[in-house]
């Protein structure tokens, strides 16, 4: 993959728009999770090859899009699966981590759009080592990590056992999607403005402490 990465913003609102148009496909979903076929290291950071495809075309790009560049880098290893953990890994690429990744753009962008923060930053390296999905720095240069999961069952033990094998980064806001919220526009749900009020309170926190 390529070793530089540039993100470009997009509007959360555009991001919304364009998954209504292209919504997401859970089929599938059940052989993608932990323990299931799909459950299968892949030879490169799904997350990062999300992030190489969006830098390469500065532009959104759908599920199956991704799911088939996905297939294009690995075929051989792609090959080396049998049919139910091929099915699987197909459904954990574009239900666990396109889904992810559409949430971690998303995020970023409303967390830009708050005018709250000097640096708003998406690292796919930090992703793979401490569950780090965005980092903020407010105005006063204290870092703040943010990582966000569905607040389901199978999403609580999926962040167990990266907390567990992973770690988490210090200073972290942990920011969960709530399982009964609706899966609407575009066959997913979304955190909204009032879900970020934890990292911008936590940025403010800071700003009363320096000055006093």
Known sequence: ?????????????????????????????????????????????????????????????????????????????????????????????????????????????????TGQFSSCVIDTALDVVDKTDIIVINREGEVISISLAISSRAGREAYTYKETHRGVAQNTVMMWLPIDRPKSPGNKRWYRVEDIAAVVERASEYLIGERL
């Open 1 to 113: 993959m390529n070793k530089h990465i540039a993100l470009t913003y997009i509007a959360s609102s555009a991001i919304i728009d364009y998954i209504s148009k292209h919504p997401i496909d859970w089929t599938d979903h059940h052989l993608a999770k932990l323990g299931q076929p799909g459950d299968k290291r892949t030879p490169a950071p799904a997350i990062a090859l999300f992030f190489e495809l969006f830098a390469s075309r500065r532009a959104l790009f759908s599920q199956t899009e991704y799911v088939a560049y996905a297939e294009k880098q690995w075929r051989d290893w792609f090959d080396s699966l049998s049919l139910l953990e091929y099915r699987g890994v197909r459904a954990r690429l574009g239900c666990n981590f396109y889904v992810s990744a559409i949430d971690s753009l998303h995020v970023w962008a409303m967390l830009v759009e």
